[in-house]
């Protein structure tokens, strides 16, 4: 038999059946009859147990309804199987199109692992190199990605042109389609640069943090001082166009901002509709790295996100919270549910020299080095056992109630926090809150 999850949110009580996806609201009755099914009574001794606070007709029917809901396959549905037997294949690359940055971030994975000494900008034959290799290892995909990232991939902005239109190029020859993304952090998102990007129908992630005072605090320049004054009006010019690629403002978050919701406000307040906050991923012992000690303070703090994104939808003005927004009813097919983030496997990075890892954030790991897009004959896509992860169906991802929907996590988080193996679990506390707060909105609209 499969599971469910049962939780209160703002008054809501919510049933999750984890194989089938169906949510539903419980009255009290109901509640309290699950309550006592869970707890091993029968019918008849569950509706003893409940006459004296419902009354013998309510025991009857909300028990009723709870079995019309299992011979529905609607709750304690049968485990789901995947259909399997198709291996995973690469349909985006992550170029790291510079390796130097005009910001000098405290949580920048890249200055630990890339930038010192050299600082190398990509060139249009690595980059060339990287989108041939793409066409190569995305067969049969038919729909391939390119992430422009850094450091600062706007610091090499004209070989970003030379490598985009040598896509299309390519691509079309090839009977594909590519889509291209932007990671910046808006220092010089001119005018002239934002025209570009729209005519091309780049999809832009544009780095702000929230307040002045919390992205100052990690986002500053290189020689000292803070970016958020130049950086908020290029952003805001930028998105007021509205661009048909889309955005979303993405921010990290860290100990020292815990009252995240604040930081959404005050994004909000800015114009800005689409908001990406994440929980930074950091090695334990820096200043800045979240504990599991914070973890009820930020559960807290997603209820709190939730109730002002309520906030927002009924006065007529919503906005888009990347971690709430889940889909139901036509979301991805349960294959790509457990693929998660595809780290090594769907998804590759490839450094300013042409190096192949499995993920930006562990970009210039010797250990995970997986070949060169200029040597393609070298790439090898076996991932050493320190970094594959059991799966999501596997060790105690098999009993979490949210595993069709995290995939098994970050591997960047759980390789840098010494769990490889494992997903890691403050990141699971989060998504799990998160998804619960996703399921209340969903239930609330």
Not at 331 to 336: H, I, S, V
Request: charged share 25%.
């Amino acid at each position: 038999m499969g599971s469910i999850h049962k939780f209160t949110l703002n008054g809501k009580n919510l049933v999750f059946d984890v194989e089938s996806g169906a949510l539903h609201e419980f009255d009290a009755a109901a509640w309290r009859a699950l309550d006592l099914i869970e707890a091993g009574l029968d019918e008849a001794a569950a509706v003893e147990a409940m006459r004296p606070e419902f009354g013998a007709e309510a025991a009857d029917g909300a028990l009723a309804e709870i079995k019309k809901l299992k011979d529905e396959g609607l709750l304690w549905s049968e485990p789901r199987r995947p259909a399997g037997g198709v291996a995973p294949r690469v349909k985006a690359l992550c170029l790291f199109l510079s390796e130097d940055c005009n910001l000098s971030c405290r949580y920048c994975f890249v200055e630990g692992g890339l930038r010192p000494p050299a600082r190398k900008h990509m060139s249009e034959t690595v980059g060339r190199a990287a989108i041939d290799f793409l066409i190569k290892v995305s067969s049969p995909r038919a729909h391939c990605e390119v992430d422009f990232f850094g450091g600062e991939p706007l610091l090499n902005f004209s070989a970003l042109q030379g490598i985009t239109a040598y896509a299309r190029r390519a691509f079309a020859a090839a009977g594909k389609e590519i889509a291209f993304t932007v990671t910046s952090n808006g220092l010089l998102l001119s005018p002239a640069v934002g025209d570009y990007l729209e005519r091309e129908g780049f999809y832009t992630i544009l780095s702000l943090d929230g307040r002045a005072e919390v992205h100052d605090r990690m986002r500053r320049r290189p020689g000292g001082g803070g970016s958020y004054n130049s950086v908020l009006p290029r952003l805001r010019a930028y998105t007021e166009r509205q661009p048909a690629g889309g955005y979303y403002v993405r921010g990290t978050y860290t100990r020292h901002n815990k009252d995240f919701t604040r930081d959404v406000e005050h994004l909000y307040a800015q114009g800005f509709r689409y908001i990406s906050l994440e929980p930074v991923v950091a090695a334990p012992g820096v200043d800045y790295a979240l504990r599991e000690s914070d973890l009820p303070e930020l559960e807290r703090e997603y209820e709190k996100l939730a109730a002002f994104y309520l906030q927002c939808r009924a006065a007529g003005d919503p906005f888009q919270f990347f971690h709430f927004t889940i889909d139901l009813e036509q979301g991805p097919c349960l294959e790509k549910r457990l693929s998660g983030c595809g780290a090594g496997r769907e998804y590759l990075a490839v450094t300013a020299d042409g190096s192949i890892y499995p993920c930006h954030q562990l970009a210039g790991r010797p250990e995970l080095c997986m070949g060169n897009v200029l040597e393609p004959e070298s790439f090898n896509p076996d991932l050493p056992p320190s970094f594959v992860p059991a799966g999501p169906l596997q060790g105690r991802c098999r009993e979490c109630w949210a595993r069709y929907f995290c995939g098994g996590g970050c591997r960047a988080a759980s390789y840098l926090n010494g769990t490889p193996g494992e997903p890691y679990p403050l990141e699971c506390a989060l998504q799990r809150k998160r998804l619960e707060c996703a399921l209340y909105l969903h239930a609330a609209a």
